[in-house]
């Protein structure tokens, strides 16, 4: 149980660090991106991130595979989640699908690549 604290939060300090820097310091006015362009880039951002966590913690925190295939379901979820709630919180207009979807991609491309290449000695 304590291995699937220590994976939540090495992802919920990376999707803190995401939404501190992707949010900016003040409001601007500016175009939206498209929702698939913004995805990927969160994508990006999340294999980036997997790769410097596994840099920093190159065991699995995880060793059982019923575990690990739980973590790589449970944890993006409740990232994604974090994401919306923090950006409803934040704006003060509601949950947003899309925050909810680019929090999941993020925490679940990061969760991918520990997945496959973290050591599980």
Known sequence: MIEFIFEVLLQLVFEILEVVFTSGAGKREREPQSPIVTAIIYIAFGIMAGFVSLWIFPQAFIHSNLG?????????LLMGLFAAAFSAW???DGLRLWRFINGYVFALSLALVRFYTASHA
């Open 68 to 76: 690990r295939v739980a973590n790589l379901i449970l944890t993006p």
């Open 90 to 92: 934040r704006s003060g």
